[in-house]
């Protein structure tokens, strides 16, 4: 079967960190960029971070800037989320998701996605 798997969320109080990761089985991710999304309580979906097939291109959306890191093990077929300085804000549902881009590209954001976990719930809380 075909899927993306996340895990690793948790409650952790502000100012504290955790890492999300995001497992593929069934096909190779070493040719999918991946995005990260999340999606609050009552709030749209919105993006949070994405990673080239070879992660080499990286990029973050304002509000995790300098605070999270994206990062990939192509060899264990796996994405990460390190998050850091964690705020109440950041309580959400973390989904990733992967489409299939060529090795060279320079950009890792894509207007859809093949496949979507059922995504990890991250709780900040004091």
């Known amino acids: 079967q075909l899927q993306l798997v996340e895990s690793g969320g948790d409650l952790v109080h502000p100012g504290g960190s955790l890492r999300v990761s995001c497992v593929a089985s069934g096909f190779a991710l070493d040719k999918y960029s991946v995005a990260w999304f999340r999606q609050g309580p009552g709030k749209v979906r919105e993006t949070v971070s994405c990673i080239s097939p070879t992660g080499g291109f990286t990029d973050y959306s304002e509000p995790v800037k300098g605070r999270f890191t994206i990062s990939r093990d192509n060899a264990k077929n796996t994405v990460y989320l390190q998050m850091d300085s964690l705020q109440p804000e950041d309580a959400a549902d973390y989904l990733c998701?992967?489409?299939?881009?060529?090795?060279?590209?320079?950009?890792?954001?894509?207007?859809?996605?093949?496949?979507w976990g059922q995504g990890t719930r991250v709780t900040v809380s004091s």
């Open positions: 998701a992967a489409v299939l881009l060529p090795s060279s590209t320079k950009v890792c954001w894509a207007s859809g996605y093949s496949f």
